[in-house]
């Protein structure tokens, strides 16, 4: 079973009291954009075989998003982090880094 600690209200949660968002961390195109970013954005996503950074909502708790780095293998969490953050935390990426030396991710 995959266990999140939101970082909004501090509980752990199992994957059942959460609502996954899909992948994090998308530049979005507003009006104005070229078609074929705004196609990009809407159908083009990652899917890989190994670490992932995904948004996720406490649903059953605080009502938050927030984002998660895992392994979609093993389902190993690396951390969890503020939806309002651009990109993943040094600490996080780091952590992924030393446990997955060959990761060429962020």
Request: hydrophobic share 35%; net charge neutral.
């Amino acid at each position: 079973m995959l266990l999140l600690t939101c970082p909004n209200c501090g509980a752990e949660c199992a994957e059942t009291e959460l609502a996954a968002g899909g992948e994090a961390h998308l530049k979005r195109f507003g009006p104005g954009s070229e078609d074929g970013d705004f196609t990009s954005y809407l159908f083009q996503r990652k899917n890989p075989k190994g670490v992932h950074f995904e948004r996720w909502r406490h649903a059953f708790g605080c009502g938050k998003w927030f984002h998660a780095a895992r392994c979609t293998v093993t389902l190993e969490v690396f951390g969890t982090y503020s939806a309002q953050t651009t990109e993943p935390p040094k600490e996080i990426v780091d952590k992924v880094k030393a446990k997955r030396p060959e990761w060429e991710g962020w």
